[in-house]
């Protein structure tokens, strides 16, 4: 069993930033893809960001330039910088883990408000 516990939402004024971060445990595939995903009220959950194998990164166009993806593999933890925040930024933030065909892990979410 996979857990994913995320932390470091809350609630920030336009311009602001915040770093998110989420943990795994368990029983860890080594190649795998983790990621942040976000789902505002109403609307659909959308990527935010992930990184791959040998730390390849892919942002959704809404945030490049501005959040950052890292993570630290000695610890299967996966960090979202974000920096500029925007009112439409706020969602409940997702960490993702997923290798092969059929394992795919999300975590329980975290909030971000952004306020104008």
């Known amino acids: 069993q996979v857990q994913l516990v995320e932390s470091g939402g809350g609630l920030v004024q336009a311009g602001g930033s915040l770093r998110l971060s989420c943990a795994a445990s368990g029983t860890i595939f080594s190649f795998n893809v983790m990621g942040w995903y976000r789902q505002a009220p109403g609307k659909q959950r959308e990527l935010v960001a992930t990184i791959s194998i040998g730390d390849i990164t892919n942002y959704a166009d809404s945030v490049k330039g501005r959040f950052t993806i890292s993570r630290d593999r000695t610890k299967n933890t996966v960090y979202l910088q974000m920096n500029t925040l925007k009112p439409e930024d706020t969602a409940v933030y997702y960490c993702?883990?997923?290798w092969g065909q059929g394992s795919n892990y999300w975590g329980q979410g975290t909030q971000v408000t952004v306020s104008s």
């Open positions: 993702n883990i997923r």
